[in-house]
């Protein structure tokens, strides 16, 4: 679904589309803490999701909002690591293609599928640990496609975060947003890799929703619209494990979306992205990323 290309192009223009990454909640494993890295949305990119969140609205109630189709969108696996062995970080293709029937079997449901066109190999220390800044250095050399394509960095070291992704834009190709887009992931986080509770292949699964333009469940707390999806209950902050029953925000309707995907559960009690998210990102993806 399109939705009003001018004021969305307006919108766009007021400045950049995702402020700088900074952790949000962190949740801990084996005594080290790890959150999602993915950038705070921008005010002119909140906009935009409130735009599409009131004709989204709309179209719902008017029963006419459909998935037409399936969307395939190509990917490319980067795998970066620091020497040859799997400890190192260098994953082999039957966990990639784990994680790529993972992520195909949480977005089938919803109208897309991953085609995975290819898998590079690079050995590099410095590329592979990403608190060392080389983030823009390896892009620009390893991304491909177009800006429909998704990119999926996966790193042997990532400090902090289990991962990061970037937000639709506007950009024009070969600038830096274009090659800054795709995802960052710990290479740990895969189907069979070491990181306990966390090593389903779902961080990917978090990511990519970032990719398509999706906000964390408990983005704004108990207050206000939180992630501009109107059917994911408000919650305070993010969970950890698998609280079932939590309602860190009593004073509004339901409970917390512990098994959504957006939210910072365990890989096991994820299962789900609402009707309104899909409908976020097929808006995102006709406006932002079709075509491109």
Known sequence: MRFA???????????????????????????????????????????????????????????????????????????VAKNTSLSGGYLTDAMLNNQLNVLNAAYAPHGFQFN?????????????????????TMKRSLRKGTYRTLNVYYLYEMGSNLGYCYFPQSVTSGSTAFYRDGCTVLYSTVPGGSLTNYNLGHTTTHEVGHWMGLYHTF?????????????????????????????????????????????????????????????????????YRAGK
């Not at 957006?262 to 097929?282: H, I, K, L, P, W």
């Open 5 to 79: 290309p001018v004021f969305l192009a307006a919108v766009a223009a007021q400045g950049a589309m995702a402020a700088p990454r900074r952790p949000g909640d962190a949740v801990a494993t084996k005594g080290k803490v790890f959150s999602c890295g993915a950038p705070e949305p921008s005010p002119e990119h909140i906009k935009i999701s409130q735009a599409f969140a009131t004709q989204e609205l709309q179209a719902l109630a008017s029963g006419n909002y459909s998935i037409k189709a399936v969307t395939t969108i190509d990917a490319y696996f980067h795998v």
């Open 116 to 136: 995975l066109k290819g898998i590079t190999r690079t050995v590099n220390a410095n590329w592979a640990d990403d608190t060392k800044g080389y983030e823009m």
């Open 219 to 287: 983005q704004g707390g108990c207050t206000g619209s939180g992630d501009y999806v109107s059917d994911t209950p408000a919650q305070a902050s993010a969970s950890s494990g698998c609280p079932i029953g939590r309602d860190s925000c009593p004073s509004q309707p339901g409970l917390d979306p512990i098994h959504n995907y957006m939210d910072y559960s365990y890989d096991s009690c994820y299962e789900e992205f609402t009707a309104g998210q899909q409908a976020r990102m097929v808006s995102y993806w006709n406006n």
